[in-house]
């Protein structure tokens, strides 16, 4: 029996188990398949959900997190999401903070589910829609200063191990199962790393012959070492800039990838015309780096993308015509 087939105790419960949707008619002029996991289906309309309920749950199990505590943390908003449904269910006051650089959808969503949200101005030059790792920085500095005056527990999705165990023990594993583990390549846009190297694990674990690659914004490739030049690039999520992130294990990274704002725009309009699937920039970013591949040395193979997010979080952007 399949949870799909129980009445269940919360929202928690509904959290992935998502959908593997083969993109054949994208696929069409592309040697080889393209499989994408619709995380847009979670209760917060992002893969963000998981991670939020690991991070609260392993806090809750070794006792980091205390019953009623506040619960801090930075957010592009997809997190804050999740922490915003986890945080409601479980009874913790939850405060997210957000550059103001991010679509208003997600804050409002985010007050919408009992959230506090305290919105950042943006680092001087920043541009609207566009936020940077300047902007991150800003941002940074508030979420520590209100956990220093609230005494709070900060969900940290850049260092909590939780951001990489929701993936590596759930997203990876329903991978492995859904495709009866016969997948040649992943790429995955990083933000904070967790989705890669939650996945990239548990891949590995099972064959290391899988291909995992780091798909990041051109011009801001700071992981794969090249000098940033367009830090203010429209892919929502990731793409800060930043040279190293704690969660990233490179013993997993068998290459790197890059995508223009303009690529990530058409793949995405591409999803939801042609195969009625509505997401946002970072998972038409996973798509434009999942067809570089199959035109390349993955011709005629079979390559896992995330649907990291809902379009409906763009609606207020020139993401939709
Ligand atoms: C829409 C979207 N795409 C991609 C990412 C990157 O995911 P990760 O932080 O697991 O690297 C995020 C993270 O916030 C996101 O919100």
């Known amino acids: 029996m399949t949870r799909h ?6 929202a928690l419960e509904a959290i992935g188990e998502t959908p593997l949707v083969e993109l054949a008619r ?3 002029d592309l040697e080889g398949r393209i499989l994408a996991k619709l995380e847009y289906l979670n209760p917060g309309f992002s893969k963000k ?3 939020a309920r690991q991070i609260v749950e392993d806090a809750e199990a ?3 997190l205390r019953r009623g505590q506040t619960v801090v943390e930075l957010t592009s908003g997809n997190t804050g999401t999740g922490l915003a449904i986890v945080c409601g269910i479980k009874g913790y006051p939850f405060v997210a903070a957000m550059s103001r650089g991010n679509s208003m959808e997600r ?6 589910l009992g959230a506090e949200v305290v919105l950042v101005d943006q680092a001087p030059g920043s541009i609207s829609g566009q936020v940077s790792g300047d902007d991150l920085a800003l941002v940074e500095q508030e979420a520590q200063r209100i956990v220093e005056e609230r005494g709070a527990f900060r969900a940290d999705q850049f260092r909590l191990a939780g951001n990489m165990r929701a993936h590596y023990l759930h997203t990876g594993p329903e991978i492995l ?3 009866g583990g016969r997948l040649d390549a992943f790429c995955d846009f990083v933000g904070t790393g967790g989705s890669f190297a939650g996945c990239a694990a548990a891949f590995k674990q099972h064959s290391p012959a899988i291909g995992c690659f780091v798909v990041e914004p051109e011009g801001a490739a700071a992981l794969k070492g090249e000098p940033v030049t367009n830090p203010a690039h429209r892919i929502q999520g990731g793409g800060y800039s930043m040279a190293a992130l704690s969660l990233l294990d490179l013993a997993h990274v068998d290459g790197y990838l890059t995508v223009s704002d303009s690529d990530a725009v058409i793949w995405a309009r591409r999803l939801a015309k042609e195969e009625g699937i509505f997401a946002g ?3 038409g970013a996973n798509v434009a780096a999942a067809a570089r591949l199959l035109q390349g040395i993955h011709r005629g193979k079979t390559v896992v993308v995330m649907m990291c997010d809902s379009g409906l979080k763009y609606l207020s952007t020139d993401l939709w015509e």
């Open 5 to 10: 087939d129980r009445v269940l105790p919360s």
């Open 26 to 28: 994208l696929g069409r």
């Open 49 to 51: 959900d998981r991670i």
């Open 62 to 64: 070794d006792g980091r």
């Open 107 to 112: 804050a409002r969503m985010m007050r919408a």
């Open 177 to 179: 199962r859904q495709t």
């Open 281 to 283: 920039f970072s998972s």
